[in-house]
T-cell receptor, first 119, second 109 residues
Framework: EAEVAQSPRYKITEKSQAVAFWCDPISGHATLYWYRQILGQGPELLVQFQDESVVDDSQLPKDRFSAERLKGVDSTLKIQPAELGDSAMYLC?????????????????FGPGTRLLVL | QKEVEQNSGPLSVPEGAIASLNCTYSDRVSQSFFWYRQYSGKSPELIMSIYSNGDKEDGRFTAQLNKASQYVSLLIRDSQPSDSATYLCAVTSFQKLVFGTGTRLLVSP
């Protein structure tokens, strides 16, 4: 069964350090999303890619966060420097993209997530 | 007003009962609605999607949508202890998927 892959699954870092998360979407999915989920809340979109292009990064704190999807397949999300408030679950999701039906375009499948703890 | 609102719960039901989870949304032009299940410490798992007014059934799950009332619900029949999780309602708004904070469901044996 096709799945979204993420690594690492857990990351502990000290504040001011740099961290990076990796995501490999379901094969053939053109749209990739990064979400942040704080305990007790729903996921919040950080950035959305269509192929290698950023579609929406309006909620990405660009002073410390960056995201790329250079070849339109896998993606990396980076935080530098990490702050205590960045402790959360970072989720990657993918959907088929513009080539799919309306339903397929909007249906998102999540990876297992990376749990980040900043000390 | 939050875009997607859910009662945080917990909603406690006995095994075998029907669990009813509710969600309201503020964007009148929303077209697509999703329910995700999230076990503690895990990522969201898609349960159902619904796009048209009325009911949509999939096994023990039924999603209900009322666009006029801006209301979507999820019914779980014959609830099992393994259904104990947080259920996230998600709604498309301005081409983005917006999540509620989730309702925690506890099914007691």
């Amino acid at each position: 069964e096709a799945e979204v892959a993420q690594s690492p699954r857990y990351k502990i870092t000290e504040k001011s350090q740099a961290v990076a998360f990796w995501c490999d979407p379901i094969s053939g999915h053109a749209t990739l999303y990064w979400y942040r989920q704080i305990l007790g809340q729903g996921p919040e979109l950080l950035v959305q890619f269509q192929d290698e292009s950023v579609v929406d990064d309006s909620q990405l704190p660009k002073d410390r966060f960056s995201a790329e999807r250079l070849k339109g397949v896998d993606s990396t999300l980076k935080i530098q420097p990490a702050e205590l408030g960045d402790s959360a679950m970072y989720l990657c999701a993918s959907s088929l993209g513009l080539t799919g039906t309306h339903t397929e375009q909007e249906t998102q499948y999540f990876g297992p997530g990376t749990r980040l703890l900043v000390l | 007003q939050k875009e997607v609102e859910q009662n945080s719960g917990p909603l406690s039901v006995p095994e075998g009962a029907i669990a009813s989870l509710n969600c309201t949304y503020s964007d009148r032009v929303s077209q697509s609605f999703f329910w995700y299940r999230q076990y503690s410490g895990k990522s969201p798992e898609l349960i159902m999607s619904i796009y048209s007014n009325g009911d949509k059934e999939d096994g023990r799950f039924t999603a209900q949508l009322n666009k006029a009332s801006q209301y979507v619900s999820l019914l779980i029949r014959d609830s099992q202890p393994s259904d104990s999780a947080t259920y996230l309602c998600a709604v498309t708004s301005f081409q983005k998927l917006v999540f509620g904070t989730g309702t925690r469901l506890l099914v007691s044996p």
